[in-house]
């Protein structure tokens, strides 16, 4: 992180990227037109501003802008202005309003998480290149029909609103492929009644021991723990907050509603009488030889996951993993739920072709959908594996002439513009394991 003396003693001259989250901003620091000719990269996140300058368009170089954290009531109409801004960070404020002219022509990236935002202008629509759209945790009662003009929108989060359904075009649109709408009005029923009806046993909290904290993600704490006299386990404790994804109760809903597959980290139990109420899973230990099958995307990548360079994956690997998560697909689309983050990112694998899927963060209830929506929103998952045969391919070893062929025309199949005319998950399975 830089600092605020840094800045004003001239010693970070020429840098594309600024930090200053933290800094105790109550304004916004003149000294950052000094870095206008290389800036391009403008964290401010964790502060205490309210406004930003009229003048902010002076730094014209200026891609990537970060304002989470702040006290901002209303996205600033200035950003409209910043000719090259392409990435929005707004996340935790006490937004209200979105004015008409704050979003700027080249926007792909607009991150509006947990704010009090409740309706969006209709000049959404005029942003043509917006890819990622992350409005979880407002007070969003519609989405503006606009929205159907930004035909290369693939990531939407609009869980944990006030949403009464779901807009009849949506699920047409040709590029979407990762989509949240739990913890809406709509949908919650649906989830309250996964919750009471999971056919799962419960242990209670003072039966566990924790033996350490294995690891933490958006939703929750992991860690080993055990029985008395029993086998360890993995407990995940969920937070109680609002994650990027949507409320942590959707979760676990889906998680009780996911059920048993080969393809997924399956739940033992759930977690009862915690001191403090808090929910939690029992599942499996994952041993040693599993590791995640790539990175989450890049600010670069935007909607695209980030292989490690030196991965090969051997050709009956590819062709395991891909027939295992189809299948993993199949079993969740029967189960009546959306996953909505089918990434290699959520995906565990142990190098010969095992593969475990997990994060139900995103993971939403089909039948709070209308009927004639619902194959459609399971062709957006589809158009998800299809992303993931692409990169299978990518880091692969060359498969047979036949394997490549059936890979490849089914990768072409997944990503077809019209969901209509993709493959279910249940045809993705049945070819892959003949």
Not at 153 to 175: D, G, H, V
Not at 410 to 417: F, G, N, Q, S, V
Request: hydrophobic letters at 45%.
């Amino acid at each position: 992180m830089d600092t605020l003396e840094q800045l004003r003693a001239g010693a970070l001259k020429g840098v594309q990227r600024l930090n200053l989250t933290g800094a105790g901003l109550t304004a916004f620091p003149d000294e950052i037109y000094d870095l206008a000719d290389s800036l391009e990269i403008l964290d401010l996140s964790g502060n205490a501003l309210h406004t930003l300058p009229d003048d902010l368009p002076r730094l014209h170089r200026l891609r990537i802008l970060f304002c989470s954290n702040n006290q901002f009531t209303e996205l600033p109409a200035v950003l409209g202005r910043c000719a090259q801004l392409e990435m929005i960070g707004f996340k935790t404020n006490p937004i209200r309003h979105v004015p008409a002219d704050a979003l700027p022509p080249r926007l792909r990236w607009l991150i509006l998480t947990d704010n009090q935002i409740s309706a969006l202008p209709d000049t959404l629509g005029q942003c043509a290149r917006l890819q990622k759209l992350a409005l979880a945790g407002n007070q969003l009662r519609a989405l503006p029909d606009s929205l159907a003009q930004c035909q290369q929108l693939e990531l939407l989060r609009i869980s944990a609103n006030q949403l009464t359904a779901l807009p009849a075009w949506l699920s047409s649109m040709p590029r979407l492929t990762w989509l949240a709408f739990g913890g809406n009005p709509f949908s919650l029923p649906h989830e309250a009644t996964a919750l009471a009806q999971a056919a799962i046993p419960a242990v209670s909290w003072s039966q566990l021991t924790l033996d350490q904290l294995l690891g933490e993600g958006a939703s929750g704490h992991i860690y080993r723990a055990h029985q008395a006299g029993g086998e360890p386990v993995a407990l995940k404790l969920f937070k109680g907050g609002l994650t990027s994804d949507g409320l942590p109760e959707s979760e676990l809903a889906a998680c009780l509603q996911a059920g048993a597959h080969p393809q997924l980290i399956s739940v033992l139990a759930r977690l009862s009488d915690h001191p403090n109420h808090t929910p939690g899973l029992l599942m499996p230990l994952i041993g040693p030889a599993f590791r995640t099958l790539a990175g989450p995307p890049s600010l670069a990548s935007c909607t695209r996951d980030v292989y490690a360079s030196p991965l090969r994956l051997s050709a009956p690997a590819v062709m395991q993993l891909a027939a295992g998560l189809a299948s993993a697909l199949q079993h969740l689309h029967a189960r009546g739920l959306l996953h909505g983050d089918l990434y290699a990112h959520n995906i565990l694998h142990d190098g010969e072709g095992q593969a475990l899927l997990g994060d139900f963060g995103a993971a939403s209830f089909l039948a709070a959908a209308p009927v004639d929506q619902v194959e459609r929103l399971k062709r957006l998952d589809v158009r998800a594996l299809g992303c993931l045969f692409e990169e299978l391919l990518e880091h692969g070893d060359p498969l047979s002439p036949e394997d490549h062929a059936r890979l490849s025309t089914l990768r072409d199949a997944c990503l077809h513009p019209d969901p209509a005319q993709r493959p279910s998950a249940d045809d993705l399975a049945h070819a892959l394991n003949r």
